[in-house]
């Protein structure tokens, strides 16, 4: 897009109709709602995850934003897994202009009764599955990289520690965050540009716990609000706004970055 026309027209640097988008973990909460987004901006979706049932009720919000849509029942747990999940989009609609890994877990326990299998299974999903979902992309796009996009989803907890259990999704999350700058700089030149947000708790599965009515959810709810200077927790929804910027043309000149989505939690 010239200069000019991003003046003129800016809301044109939003333009995402006909791109194809590979959404990981697409049946989770921000999965869900970022591809629905992508969708009704015209996008062309492949969804994959673990549950043919979740995804199909992800893929139902998708079509009925009319947008065209295909699930892979898989999660990115080995290169052949990756490798199908964006084969999938080849094969349906080309190679895909955008990537969201959006898959993820966290099984906090205090590092002495955590398993060695318990902690590995957060890095596998957290830091393994982007790396070979990004692998896969990088040999799809082939030398055709101009103007395609990576979006990770990081957390606060890949910069700030958590008391509460987290010595494998803290490590996860910063293996994140520089598996986002360094791929930046590997695929700078190609022009395909790499960004992760990097949200505080919003609900979801994964949280469920932190929105439970018990002692520890009450407890866990005050202390992360009254770090939080907008004073509420997060939702899906409030990750759609920086997740389409990071997705279309408007960030063409933004790569590397995480960045924090999080009610100003990292500013204090
Ligand atoms: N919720 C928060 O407060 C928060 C804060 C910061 C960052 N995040 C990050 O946001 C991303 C999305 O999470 P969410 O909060 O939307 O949670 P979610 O609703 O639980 O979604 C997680 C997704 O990942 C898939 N998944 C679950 N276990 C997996 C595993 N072991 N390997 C691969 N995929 C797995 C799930 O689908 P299947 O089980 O069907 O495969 C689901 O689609 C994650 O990376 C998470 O770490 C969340």
Redesign the pocket.
């Known amino acids: 897009m010239s200069p000019q026309a991003a003046v003129r027209s800016p809301l044109s640097l939003f333009e995402l109709a006909g791109k194809v988008a590979v959404v990981t973990?697409?049946?989770?909460?921000?999965?869900r709602v970022v591809s629905t987004a992508l969708g009704a901006l015209g996008c062309r979706l492949v969804l994959a995850?673990?549950?043919q049932e979740?995804l199909a009720a992800a893929a139902d919000d998708v079509a009925a934003t009319g947008a065209e849509v295909r699930t892979v029942c898989r999660?990115?747990d080995s290169p052949a897994d990756a490798e199908e999940i964006v084969s999938a989009a080849v094969r349906s609609f080309g190679a895909p202009h955008l990537l969201v890994v959006?898959?993820?877990?966290?099984h906090p326990d205090k590092i002495e009764k955590m398993s060695l299998e318990s902690w590995q299974?957060v890095i596998d999903?957290?830091l393994r599955?982007p790396w070979l979902m990004a692998r896969a992309f990088g040999e799809a796009v082939g030398d055709g990289g101009q103007g395609r996009k990576v979006l990770f989803?990081s957390?606060v907890r890949g910069r700030h520690g958590n008391n509460q259990g987290y010595s494998a999704y803290c490590p996860s999350k910063g293996g994140v965050d520089a598996l986002t700058r360094v791929l930046a700089t590997e695929w700078g030149p190609r022009g395909i540009t790499v960004n992760a947000i990097a949200?505080?708790?919003?609900r979801?599965?994964?949280?469920g716990w932190i929105y439970a009515d018990d002692e520890r959810g009450q407890a866990a709810r005050q202390r992360n609000v009254a770090r939080i200077p907008l004073g509420r927790l997060g939702e899906?929804e409030d990750l759609v706004g920086i997740s389409v910027y990071l997705l279309s043309p408007a960030s063409d000149f933004c790569t590397g970055q995480v960045i924090y989505v999080d009610g100003g939690y990292t500013a204090g």
């Open positions: 973990g697409a049946s989770g909460a921000y999965g995850g673990g549950s979740s999660r990115p959006a898959s993820g877990h966290n299974a999903a957290n599955g989803v957390s949200p505080t708790v919003f979801s599965a994964l949280t899906p």
